[in-house]
């Protein structure tokens, strides 16, 4: 799967589980040529998300529904991902 792919295959799966107001993801795969993830495939990625999902929501539980609706693509696809998880008030 191509860079291009593994973006659109987060924001669709984010998308889909968390009814985001904004999502932004930077691919920062080709910092990281040569790291073991990179030589097996998995991409390096930063997302940014807005969700009404996270009120009420810890640190630790907003990461929790980012990965489980990234579900089986952060063992093949995604190698790294850094989270920022904001609610709609925390974001403005």
Request: net charge neutral; aromatic share 4%.
């Amino acid at each position: 799967m191509s860079g291009t792919e593994r973006v659109s295959m987060i924001r669709e799966r984010l998308s889909n589980a968390l009814a985001p107001i904004s999502i932004d993801i930077v691919d920062d795969s080709h910092k990281h040529a040569g790291h073991p993830g990179a030589r097996a495939g998995g991409g390096h990625f930063n997302v940014r998300v807005v969700s009404a999902a996270f009120e009420g929501k810890s640190l630790i539980e907003r990461h929790r529904l980012v990965y489980a609706a990234l579900g089986d693509a952060m063992r093949a696809e995604i190698h790294a991902l850094s989270i920022d998880a904001k609610t709609p008030a925390e974001a403005s």
